[in-house]
């Protein structure tokens, strides 16, 4: 995406981090934005942002471990966090809850998604106590988050069928073209019949 901020890259008269916030409050209790550099860029949307705890960018592990550092020192009562990334702008209202139930039916420490068969760890539950292991991991040099969650008890909760556009990652500009002409569309369709 030559270098752009992907998050803040604009659909449909929105930037993706709006989508994302948007869909995304409505599951969770409190939200906040990891990133690591244009902090000032996300601050109109008047939620805490951290950085990674490690200078190394060591991927979205790091960024998972320090969403656990900062919930444990802000909000010591939560038990988990979830995981949103911030390159796709569409999912159902509904996956903080099946990866939930999935959690409390397995006894999992963390949960993630598979949507038609692809992979989507970034969607994903996280145990708080997974903190130490994580920060052993990324000390060792793991930097992928599938490898850690295969190495941990984990659980998949399936997505198949899915709306057009649902949890598809805008990684070129090829997909940022494709997923602004479906917001065209999807905003011609929810228009009232005169």
Not at 1 to 17: F, V, W
Not at 94 to 103: C, F, G, I, P, T
């Amino acid at each position: 995406m030559n270098y752009s901020d992907k998050p803040l890259l604009e659909i449909g008269g929105r930037t993706i981090i709006e989508s994302i916030l948007d869909i995304a409050n409505r599951q969770v209790g409190r939200l906040i934005i990891n990133v690591n550099c244009s902090h000032e860029l996300y601050n109109r949307f008047n939620v805490p942002i951290i950085s990674d705890s490690r200078g190394d960018f060591a991927g979205p592990l790091a960024g998972i471990l320090s969403t656990i550092y900062w919930v444990t020192t802000h909000v010591p009562a939560a038990k988990i966090i979830v995981c949103f990334p911030g390159d796709v702008p569409w999912f159902p209202g509904d996956v903080v809850e099946r990866m939930l139930q999935a959690m409390q039916e397995t006894g999992s420490e963390v949960v993630w998604l598979r949507t038609d068969g692809q992979v989507q760890p970034l969607f994903s539950v996280w145990s708080i106590t997974l903190g130490p292991a994580l920060e052993d991991a990324l000390a060792r040099g793991m930097y992928s988050p599938m490898q850690f969650i295969r190495s941990r008890r984990h659980a998949t909760v399936d997505y198949h069928q899915l709306a057009p556009g649902f949890f598809n990652n805008i990684n070129t500009p090829e997909d940022l073209e494709s997923a602004r002409g479906l917001a065209e569309q999807y905003a011609v369709l929810s228009k009232p019949a005169e």
